[in-house]
């Protein structure tokens, strides 16, 4: 049996060596990114007044649908979609002529992690399969001796980083198929229609600083943003004033402790979520914790309200 094992391992490994290679390779750059992202991030750079200003400019019939901010670049991309679109500096309100080679190599490094080079996202998924293979595969073939030869190297250090081996494909699986780690939230069929842009970025810009902007786009029927926040992503889902409800109501209830906020799985495939699939839904109570006078004025200032979807 053991025989056997090993061919199907081997001949497994030999089909998908190159697009994992090129998977784990463009993860591994990836992941870089966020310190890249953050260590940029000069507060207050970026305003609500300025970004309006820049979309009068750019988008002046209302088209666009998609901001994204790039920090190391002070860039703003005014997009009707997840691709093209008009890049202009930040700083001076002007076009640019293309991005920075920074910011190039990222997005195509990108777009090869989750789609290689030819739109073949079936491949990248068939990989993560292929490596959840391998791993079982191996562990059926049983502990190894160590010896110190290639082969040896090659076993124990499988053995040693095997939770990375099958958590790293396992966790994009979850991200592609997705499934989050939390509960639908009740009430989730009526949505109202996602705010304009220019809307959305004042709603964003009354809660946090707009230089911790990652993207600000509709997904899924939503209106959502991602921000660095606490030195790390997070995604928020935009709402309308309507949805709040009466403010007076709101803020009993915060004095209750009876406020429950929204928290839903984002899409860290981000990027590999396209069509909107990946986004998953939950609540969290936050109980007496968000019973404070200062939540209970927020409340009852009115305006639109974002609700956070990922912890």
């Known amino acids: 049996m ?4 090993l061919k199907l391992h081997r001949w497994v ?4 060596a190159l697009p994992l290679v ?3 390779g463009t993860g591994l750059f990836l992941s870089f990114e966020p310190w890249i992202v953050v260590r940029a991030i000069e507060p207050g750079s970026l305003t609500v007044a300025k970004v309006h200003a820049l979309l009068d400019k750019h988008d002046p019939s209302g088209q666009a649908r998609t901001l994204t901010y790039r920090s190391y670049d002070n860039t703003l991309t005014v997009s009707a979609g997840r691709r093209g679109g008009t890049l202009v500096d930040a700083a001076t309100g002007e076009v640019k002529p293309g991005a920075s080679a920074l910011a190039s190599t990222l997005v195509s490094m990108r ?3 989750e789609r290689l080079v030819f739109d073949l996202g079936w491949l990248v998924t068939a990989s993560s399969y292929a490596m959840l293979v391998l791993a079982a595969l191996g562990v059926l073939m049983g502990c190894p001796r160590f010896r110190n030869t290639f082969a040896g190297w ?12 099958v958590l790293s494909p396992l966790t994009g699986l979850f991200l592609a198929w997705g499934v989050t780690f939390t509960s639908s939230p009740q009430g989730g069929g009526g949505r109202a229609a996602p705010l304009p842009l220019k809307e ?3 709603v964003v810009g009354e809660k946090h600083d707009l230089s ?12 959502l943003v991602r921000l660095v926040d606490g030195g790390e992503y997070r995604v928020f889902a935009v709402t309308p004033e309507r949805h709040r409800g009466d403010a007076a109501q709101l803020a009993a209830a915060l004095a209750r402790g009876q406020f429950r906020r929204r928290l839903v799985g984002a899409d860290e495939r981000g990027d590999l979520a396209r ?3 990946a986004a998953g839904h939950g609540c969290v109570d936050l109980g007496a914790a968000a019973a404070t006078p200062a939540h209970a004025r927020a409340a009852a200032e009115g305006g639109g309200s974002v609700a956070q979807r990922n912890a």
Not at 2 to 5: E, G, I, M, R, V
Not at 154 to 165: E, F, Q, S, T
Not at 212 to 223: C, N
């Open 2 to 5: 053991k025989p056997w094992l």
């Open 13 to 16: 490994a030999l089909v998908f």
């Open 22 to 24: 090129v998977v784990i």
């Open 111 to 113: 777009r090869l992690h």
């Open 154 to 165: 090659h076993k124990g250090m499988a053995w040693g980083l095997l939770p990375l081996i």
């Open 200 to 202: 959305a970025v004042r």
């Open 212 to 223: 911790t902007l990652v993207w600000l786009r509709q997904q899924g029927g939503r209106q």
């Open 275 to 277: 069509d909107g699939r």
